[in-house]
Nanobody
Framework: QVQLVESGGGLAQTGGSLRLSCATS????????MAWYREAPGKPREMVAG????????RLPDSVEGRFTIFRENANNTLILQMNQLRPEDTAVYFC??????????WGQGIRVTVSS
């Protein structure tokens, strides 16, 4: 059973930073791709950053471009989302999603990020 455990969320002030981590029980390089998503109240879930096994980064939405960075710590089997210059509109529950080569997806439990104005 693949497990994804998220950590690092919480409360930040506008302009502050948070780093989200998503640790997997598997070899992270066994997955075809992985991504971070967020779900704000009253809004559909949106992808905010993705990365392939080869390390290619998907184009980030304009809303986070230049502020959010996705990368992996392969030795720790961990996916990271570094969020800088946070804004109140970044407030959401963030999820990590991993996709294997068979097209199966796995999800973290979700972690709350709240940015105060």
């Amino acid at each position: 059973q693949v497990q994804l455990v998220e950590s690092g969320g919480g409360l930040a002030q506008t302009g502050g930073s948070l780093r989200l981590s998503c640790a997997t029980s598997e070899n992270i390089l066994s997955f075809n791709s992985m991504a971070w998503y967020r779900e704000a109240p009253g809004k559909p879930r949106e992808m905010v950053a993705g990365i392939t096994r080869a390390g290619d980064i998907t184009r980030l939405p304009d809303s986070v471009e230049g502020r959010f960075t996705i990368f992996r710590e392969n030795a720790n089997n961990t996916l990271i989302l570094q969020m800088n210059q946070l804004r109140p509109e970044d407030t959401a529950v963030y999820f990590c999603g991993f996709y294997n080569t068979q097209g199966h997806s796995y999800w973290g439990q979700g972690i709350r990020v709240t940015v105060s104005s």
